[in-house]
């Protein structure tokens, strides 16, 4: 599904050069659950955004479903985006001023789906994460696991094939933690590939393949 | 999908409630003042225009060229009228005569009486003047004026005179206790927007009638303003033709004076309010450069408004980059984002349009008054809506299209690592530069009020040559046989306590009426200027404390021809000494009798101080006594004028008593210029204070974003003089930057504006430095509270939120 090929990924600071990524070659097939480990500053938050084509690298090439996705023009690769990935934050990342339906519902627009369509998927996915009694409210006004479980409610929405959770539980005490990653167990098992970037064993363990990275290498 | 957006975009307003506020407040503010002067401007454009021939309806203007220049007059000599449709008959030509102040008694059954000053809207024409400019007649037809001793009445003056204008055909009217004139046609109320504001009409033949009541002259050498003559083109003849035609008509006709040619020649009609140079019947002549100033006042506002729009859009992006980011990686593409923050945009345009026409329908009585709007006019039509679709998608586009530009750029990685700081959004030196322009824009706008309101006082406070105060002047417009009463009328006056002198007169010192005529001096050939005549009693120069420099005034005396010149006369006749200049003689008109000069007075302001001051003969006169000027004690002045007012209708009970103080009709020539100052200064302050609200915005913004800088300042040591240091010293470079580019521009607009006087200010350190200080303290106050604010927080406090 995923075959990164020597990509590199660098910013200038002055004269000298600072790799973040270097020569990462990593192939994901669908239906994995791979975490990425590392100390920070080790490059784990770069390569997750490099693959969701949040950012692209200096070097190396990606091909995403067989396609090549770096060669792609912007508006097509969004596409890809828009319907393949979901997205999951450390941070949540969701929209202060939408409550929690419009915060999920989001997505959907940009993907110009009719609004009774919506509706009804939105709809369902409340009820499967049993957050329906919490739809009107603000985000603000949810504990962080509830905030998390709306995030990944959000990601969930267009049906990705892949979800790319960064520290999805970096936030949570360990029991909301624990319920968040039961969670994408069960997704996972459901067919969803799912990459996350974490600092926890634990949490790691979660998944089928752990790739670890240190100073933009991957080492194990 | 809108409703979402619009639900976040409400939502954004809701929590940003201070930010919002400026937004709002200052858009709505701007879009207020905007749709006023538009609503001015669009008025005083609109003069005349609901004339179904406006386009083709020209004025018969005269030109006349003397070695000091060309001299304008907006009428023709009375025989011209006939000249005129002999020579040109192909076009349709027609008189207007004014009668400034004359008394129409209303003549009612029972043999009660009314009677009402005119000051406007008397006038005398004939027929064919009705073809050239359209009105309804709701009796009677413009025919009936072939006749003399007829008179149409305006609907409203017909109501005032006899309550319904039913009631007014069949009726009579004495005007100006002389001439008995029967009420023919009643003629539908013209629209507030004219400058031929018909009330009484009557047949030109009536004012051929009268005996010179009305002052028909039949030579070619005596111009009036008050005949007018208009011509209706046809479709196929231009108004160059017509020219072309009137120089050998002017060739031909104007052979008195060889040096001074006269000129006439074509005014559209769409010219007569802004010209001006010549004078109409309406109430004030609007230039179009000021209708240009407010509309150019009117954006400058709102490219203020704009600005601060972007300026604190594009700041507080920062803070919704997250959003953005979010939105990006839930798959929104960069259009769909740029579209979300346009609507954004005009949503909170769409609030401040509905702010801004709220506040301006509640100043809009306060400023139709300002500007003079008569009739019914209502603040919004279909005009006003255009005008507020246009307002709203101009400012959409300008204020929203740039921050919305910034905004859905961010790349979602960098947006939501926090990473966009204000310097990142790439808007701080077109920010500074905005502020920049802002700045120089509302010290233009400073400068300009500075100039205009020391100017203004300058003008109030002016030498005028003569004392204004306490001088009560009767409109004493009255017939020959009542003259004969005012020896001992004047007398009576003399005697009221309070009353210091008496003089009767053609004029006051200073007016707007002047009666120019050729003269002879010395006799010699006839000097090429023309000569101001003002005719007045002995005791003038006494009433109006004017001093003579040579000679004396003239004496009480019926037969011996004396007369007073002023300095300007004897300085264009290139006499040095004003003594040498006494008992040479001269006369007016080309075939009066000889006078001698008897004395040199001091030049006062003949007219308004617009003007300069003119050659002048002051001479006896009886026959042209038009008003009696009183000076009186300051003590118990309505006492005594009560007493005035009583010996007046002792005396000449057929006539009205009207009065108005000297000093009140000498402020009356600025009233114009007094209010357009005054909308200036409204709008002025408008403009300076939307861009206060622009940089408070900014500063308080500034203020959160270097929140965790001016803590770890204070934690090393920063007073709180070095923290507001910190925070003016920007801006206090960049309102030098502003005033620097301010000064040429303000210099050039301004010196155009005095320009028109030739009683005038000059520039002066002074004001370019009253202006800045200003606008500095206006920018201190801005940042000041805010700043301070800051330099006192709590660095623990701040240090910790971050």
New interface residues.
């Given amino acids: 599904m995923i075959a990164l090929k020597n990509i590199f990924k660098w910013y200038n600071t002055g004269i000298n050069r600072t790799f973040i990524l270097k020569d990462i070659s990593l192939n994901v097939a669908e239906g994995e659950f791979i975490s990425i480990m590392g100390p920070s500053g080790s490059g784990k938050s770069t390569l997750l955004h490099v693959i969701g084509l949040l950012d692209a690298p200096n070097e190396g090439s990606y091909s995403f479903m067989g396609e090549n996705v770096l060669a792609l023009k912007e508006k097509k690769r969004s596409e890809i985006f828009k319907t393949h990935i979901g997205f999951v934050f450390q941070a949540y990342h969701l929209i202060d001023e939408l409550t929690v339906y419009e915060n999920i519902e989001t997505p959907l627009i940009y993907q110009n789906i009719k609004s009774s369509e919506r509706k009804s998927m939105v709809a369902d996915i409340l009820d499967r994460f049993q957050i329906v009694g919490k739809k009107d409210l603000f985000p603000n006004q949810l504990s962080g696991g509830q905030q998390q479980l709306v995030g990944i409610a959000r990601a969930l929405i267009v049906h990705p094939k892949l979800i790319l959770a960064d520290e999805p539980t970096g936030n949570l005490n360990s029991k909301q933690g624990t319920e968040i990653m039961n969670l994408f167990k069960e997704l996972n098992q459901e067919g969803v590939t799912i990459i996350q970037v974490t600092h926890s064993e634990k949490n790691a363990e979660y998944g089928s393949r752990i790739i670890e990275l240190l100073d933009g290498r991957i080492v194990g | ?1 809108f409703k ?1 957006y619009f ?2 975009a409400f ?2 307003i809701v ?1 940003h409630k201070s930010l919002s506020f400026l937004h709002i407040t200052g858009l709505g503010v701007s879009i207020a003042s905007c749709l006023l002067i538009f609503t001015v401007v669009k008025y005083e454009l609109s003069y005349d225009t609901f004339q179904p021939n406006y386009q083709r309806i020209y004025h018969v203007v005269s030109q006349t060229s003397t070695e000091d220049g060309i001299n304008y007059t907006p009428g023709v000599p009375f025989p011209a009228l006939d000249a005129l449709q002999l020579d040109f008959p192909q076009v349709k030509t027609g008189a207007l005569m004014a009668s400034f102040g004359s008394q129409v008694t209303v003549l009612l059954k029972n043999n009660a009486q009314k009677k009402f000053i005119e000051d406007k809207g008397f006038f005398f024409c004939d027929p064919e003047f009705f073809q050239i400019f359209q009105y309804h007649w709701l009796a009677g037809s413009p025919e009936d004026l072939k006749a003399p001793n007829v008179t149409a009445l305006s609907e409203s003056t017909a109501v005032k005179y006899f309550g319904n204008w039913k009631d007014a055909i069949g009726q009579s009217l004495l005007l100006d206790n002389a001439q008995l004139v029967k009420v023919t046609g009643i003629i539908q109320d013209a629209p507030g927007n004219t400058d031929f504001p018909l009330s009484i009409v009557n047949s030109m033949a009536t004012a051929k009638a009268s005996n010179g009541l009305y002052f028909y002259d039949s030579t070619w050498h005596t111009t009036t303003s008050n005949f007018q003559v208009f011509m209706l083109l046809p479709q196929n003849v231009s108004e160059s033709q017509i020219n072309k035609g009137l120089i050998s008509f002017s060739k031909k006709n104007y052979t008195e004076n060889k040096k001074n040619q006269v000129l006439n020649f074509l005014e559209p009609l769409s010219e007569v309010h802004f010209d001006n140079r010549f004078e109409n019947f309406g109430d004030h002549i609007t230039e179009k450069s000021t209708l240009w100033t407010l509309s150019l006042i009117a954006l400058f506002i709102l490219v203020m408004a704009c600005i601060n729009f972007i300026n604190l859009t594009t700041a507080q992006a920062v803070n919704r980059s ?2 953005m ?3 990006k ?5 960069r259009s ?1 984002l740029l579209w979300q923050v346009i609507r954004e945009t005009f949503l909170i345009v769409c609030i401040s349009v509905l702010l801004g026409i709220g506040l301006a329908a509640s100043c809009f009585p306060f400023i139709k008054n300002l500007a003079n709007i008569s009739g019914n006019v209502t603040f919004l039509n279909g005009q006003i809506i255009f005008f507020i679709f246009l307002l709203v998608v101009f400012i959409t586009i300008l204020a929203g299209f740039y921050p919305a530009f910034i905004l859905s750029g961010f ?3 960098t947006a ?1 690592k926090n990473k966009v700081s204000s310097a990142t959004v790439g808007g701080i030196s077109l920010r500074r530069g905005l502020v920049v322009l802002q700045f120089s824009i509302s010290q233009i706008l400073i400068i300009g009020t500075i100039v205009a309101i020391t100017q203004m006082s300058f003008v109030k406070n002016a030498d005028l040559g003569f004392n204004k105060a306490a001088v009560l002047v009767i409109n004493s417009n009255t017939d020959s046989t009542m003259r004969d009463r005012f020896a001992t009328y004047k007398q009576k006056l003399l005697q009221i306590p309070g009353v210091k002198s008496v003089s009767f007169s053609s004029d006051v010192p200073s007016s707007q009426n002047n009666w120019q005529t050729n003269f002879g001096f010395n006799h010699q050939p006839e000097p090429s200027f023309p000569l101001d005549v003002k005719f007045a009693d002995e005791d003038y120069f006494k009433t109006f404390g004017l001093q003579m420099i040579a000679g004396r005034p003239f004496g009480k005396s019926d037969t011996i021809h004396e007369v007073v010149v002023n300095e300007t006369f004897a300085r264009k006749l290139l006499i040095k000494n004003p003594d040498d200049i006494i008992g040479k003689e001269m006369r007016y008109g080309g075939n009066g009798p000889w006078k001698t000069i008897v004395g040199v007075v001091k030049d006062f302001k003949t007219n308004s101080l617009k003007e300069s001051i003119k050659p002048l003969a002051i001479a006896e006169r009886k026959d042209q006594y038009f008003v009696t000027s009183v000076k009186l004690n300051s003590a118990n002045i309505s006492k005594t004028r009560q007493e005035i007012e009583n010996a007046w209708n002792d005396y000449f009970p057929n006539y009205a008593f009207t009065s108005n103080y000297f000093e009140d009709s000498i402020n009356d020539f600025y009233r114009q210029d007094n209010q357009l100052t005054l909308l200036y200064k409204i709008f002025a302050f408008m403009a300076i204070l939307i861009s206060c609200l622009g940089l408070y915005g900014l500063v308080s913004f500034m203020a959160i974003q270097r929140t965790k800088e001016i803590g770890v300042r204070k934690v090393l040591g920063a007073s709180v003089q070095n923290i507001i240091y910190l925070f003016s010293k920007e801006f206090t470079i960049l309102v030098f930057i502003g005033f620097i580019i301010a000064i040429p521009v303000s210099w050039y607009i301004m010196s155009h504006w005095l320009d028109q006087f030739v009683y005038r200010i000059h520039f002066s350190i002074g004001i370019f430095a009253l202006a800045m200080l200003l606008s500095l303290v206006i920018a201190w106050l801005a940042v000041g509270y805010k700043s301070v604010k800051a330099a006192w927080a709590n660095p623990v406090k701040s240090l910790k939120s971050e």
Avoid: H, S
């Fill in positions: 999908m979402n639900k976040t939502r954004n929590k997250k959003e980011g979010i939105r990686v839930l798959g929104g593409n769909q790349t979602p990685v939501l």
